[in-house]
């Protein structure tokens, strides 16, 4: 089953027009899984499986973010026009942009839901902050790039890339992430780490979440 299937339910002779809007936030290179390809087929390609499996409809509002590297950026933008989108240098310049959209989309009320084309766990924060607000949140990822915390924080709403369906937690391949700051390493001798817990773990992040 693809998201799409049952986003929206328009009864009678409704249009499209009558479900909530949907917020898109594409992270390009993650969904990529190469922020410097220049291949617009490639590009292409793996936009419109996005679109397909996160139920895009016109009327629908969509940055799609991306580092700055220079050719990479202009087939990026080339292969999916007539949407906003974003550049940011440095580590996480990308996701930084999207988490910024996600944080106006919690104050604008202008949304009923929104969609994050991302595996990484940064996003972790976006979910947190749009739940709070009331706004749905699913989650469209590539398989091999999906970082177990993020699956478990969408409870069921995370989607895999290809179309090919729920990707469930149990399913999704633990991925190590970038080092954060360890609450836990404060704690010393009294909270060894064991061979079953690694340190800047996603279960680490959320035990203390």
Same mark, same amino acid.
């Given at each position: 089953m693809l998201m799409a299937d049952y986003i929206c339910s328009v009864p009678g002779n409704a !249009?499209? $027009?009558?479900? =909530?809007?949907?917020?898109?936030?594409? +992270? /390009?290179?993650? &969904?990529l899984g190469d922020p410097? !390809?220049?291949? @617009?087929?490639l590009i292409r390609s793996v936009f419109a499986q996005y679109r397909r499996t996160a139920g895009y409809?016109?009327? +629908?509002?969509?940055?799609? /973010? !991306?580092?700055?590297n220079g050719l990479h950026?202009?087939?990026?933008?080339? $292969?999916? #026009?007539g949407v906003l989108h974003r550049r940011r240098s440095g580590e996480d310049g990308a996701d930084l942009e999207l988490l910024d959209?996600?944080?106006?989309?919690? @104050?604008s009320g202008r949304f009923g839901r929104v969609v994050i084309g991302s595996g990484d766990r940064i996003f972790m924060t976006a979910i947190d902050v749009l739940r709070l607000a009331d706004v749905a949140v699913d989650v469209v990822a590539r398989r091999e790039s999906l970082a177990t915390c993020l699956a478990l924080q969408t409870r069921?709403?995370?989607?895999?890339? +290809?179309?090919?369906?729920?990707?469930? #937690?149990? $399913? $999704? *391949?633990f991925r *190590?992430?970038? @080092?954060?700051? %360890?609450? &836990?390493s404060r704690l010393?001798?009294?909270? #060894?780490? !064991?061979?079953?817990? =690694? #340190?800047? %773990?996603?279960? =680490?992040l959320m035990a203390s979440a």
């Open positions: !249009t499209v $027009a009558s479900c =909530e809007r949907t917020l898109h936030l594409v +992270d /390009a290179d993650n &969904l410097n !390809t220049v291949d @617009r087929g409809r016109a009327g +629908d509002q969509v940055v799609v /973010a !991306t580092g700055r950026v202009f087939e990026v933008e080339a $292969a999916w #026009p959209e996600a944080d106006w989309a919690s @104050r069921g709403h995370v989607f895999a890339l +290809d179309g090919s369906g729920e990707i469930r #937690p149990s $399913a $999704a *391949r *190590r992430p970038r @080092r954060l700051p %360890s609450p &836990l010393g001798p009294l909270a #060894p780490m !064991t061979s079953e817990v =690694e #340190p800047n %773990s996603c279960v =680490e």
